[in-house]
């Protein structure tokens, strides 16, 4: 089963760091650029960052360029956002998608979510 | 920066009825978009991609129309499991992947 689960979400306190993971099985995961997708209590999806199957083209938001790095290790099927200086506007549910086939495509497979709270 | 206006925000509607959702991008996008559904507390699924072709496994009542800056998705006969919120995307141009508002679909 094609599939992508997201963990290391949690409550922190603003300014502090937390790096985000996503597992993904059940396809060639070296094959595809891959995404992070945010989904702030109540609100739209806010695409965050995107990075290359072989990670030589990745791309952020502007709201969080300097402070999120994306990156992925396509030996452990892993893709992950570390994220630092993290403000109470980045309150969401941090969701991770496949491109369906190209760096700029449609996101064809999303995992579960997993909620990133900044407060004091 | 390219933004997409869903409208309209919300829409009520009964099962069996035709609905369509329209999605306007400032400035042309060529086919680059894509329609998704969410309910709640639940991730996003893909709908349509490339404007106008049918995701794998998504229902044939689903389509998808549009080029350059204005777009539709349109459910031919709503039913009960339709009731969510729909989200248009771009992926042509900067800011890279950009999301509508949103159009959430309700029962009458």
């Known amino acids: 089963e094609v599939q992508l689960v997201e963990s290391g979400g949690g409550l922190v306190k603003p300014g502090g760091s937390l790096r985000l993971s996503c597992a993904a099985s059940g396809f060639t995961f070296s094959s595809y650029s891959m995404n992070w997708v945010r989904q702030a209590p109540g609100k739209g999806l806010e695409w965050v960052s995107s990075?290359?199957?072989?990670?030589?083209?990745?791309y952020y938001a502007d709201s969080v360029k300097g402070r999120f790095t994306i990156s992925r290790d396509n030996a452990k099927n892993s893709l992950y956002l570390q994220m630092n200086s993290l403000r109470a506007e980045d309150t969401a549910v941090y969701y991770c998608?496949?491109?369906?086939?190209?760096?700029?495509?449609?996101?064809?497979?999303w995992g579960q979510g997993t909620m990133v709270t900044v407060s004091s | 920066a390219i933004q997409l206006t869903q409208s309209p925000s919300s829409l009520s509607a009964s099962v069996g009825d035709r609905v369509t959702i329209t999605c306007r991008a400032s400035?042309?996008?060529?086919?680059?978009l894509a329609w998704y559904q969410q309910k709640p507390g639940k991730a996003p699924k893909l709908l349509i991609y490339?404007?106008?072709s049918l995701e794998s496994g998504v229902p044939s009542r689903f389509s998808g129309s549009g080029s350059g800056t204005d777009f539709t998705l349109t459910i031919s006969s709503l039913q009960p499991e339709d009731f969510a919120t729909y989200y248009c995307?771009?992926?042509?141009?900067?800011?890279?992947?950009?999301f509508g508002q949103g159009t959430k679909l309700e029962i009458k």
């Open positions: 400035q042309g996008i060529s086919s680059a």
């Open positions: 990075i290359s199957s072989s990670s030589s083209y990745i």
């Open positions: 490339d404007a106008s």
């Open positions: 998608a496949r491109a369906r086939q190209w760096l700029d495509d449609a996101f064809d497979i």
């Open positions: 995307q771009q992926f042509n141009s900067y800011p890279r992947y950009t």
